[in-house]
């Protein structure tokens, strides 16, 4: 019973302490029905946004202004972030708000979400971002991308897939001297990218990789790892979706596409 009331009170006392836990459960109750992939424009935190997707966007408001996942310490009076997968701009306006000095690298693929992510650091007045409409991977070519929406653009998948420019990430890595913050989330090419980058990563102080495991796709979680660990990270991992009795149940119910998704934060000592 003692525990019992230990998990009751430990619930509550974040939602009375954090005001941005208590935005999020405001945006459940009025945005959670939704109607999906429907435009619309939110005010919360100060911001005002465009918004392609209203789950998808509660769901980054939690992760990004109540979990606070991409909070890092630095001791940079101009921070660099490159931002890979910035899709609509809320980690962008984060980073912004938090470490306002900062360069910030925004990557992001979609032509439909780039439109709605330049719309949104325009009228938030975000002047310290600059955006590269490619898609971060292995090379310079164009690439198949899949287009869902909102959030969940992939390489891996043939659905509604359209032609877009990449860049490769290792290239660009090489030409700066520090990264304070690299933040990877573009949906199951985190595996080829980080793989690519090998010991590029030298000049990166923090890294967030959020790690998708893609059905019938070979998983290289134990060579990302690897390669973290060459570069002298320490790493924590979260899971983002659990599956209850995995040795039956082998698809995540959330995003059937994919069996297992992770939230990787790698950091250096010294």
Known sequence: MILFFKIIAKGLVRFLRNKNERRFIYLVI?????KRYKEKNININSMRLLVPDALSFIWQFKEIFADENYKFKTDSVKPVIFDCGANIGVSC????????????????ADPAIVKILRTNLETNNVNNVEVIDKAV???????????EGADG????????????????LKNLLENEQKIDLLKMDIEG???????DCGNSLKCVRNIFI????????????SEILNVLEENKFR??????????????????????????QLNIFGYKET
């Open 30 to 34: 009025l945005y959670g029905n939704s």
């Open 93 to 108: 306006l984060y980073f912004s708000k938090n470490y306002p000095g900062s360069k910030i690298i925004a990557f992001e």
């Open 137 to 147: 991977w292995i090379n310079d070519e164009d690439i198949s991308l899949s287009i």
């Open 153 to 168: 653009a992939t390489v891996y998948s043939n659905i509604n897939s359209i032609k877009v420019k990449s860049v490769r």
């Open 189 to 195: 090419a985190e595996q080829d990218v980080i793989i």
């Open 210 to 221: 959020e790690y998708h495991s893609i059905n019938g796709v070979e998983q290289k979680l």
């Open 235 to 260: 790493y924590f991992i979260k899971p983002v979706n659990d599956r209850e009795k995995p040795f039956l149940n082998r698809s995540n119910k959330n995003n059937p596409m994919m069996d297992l």
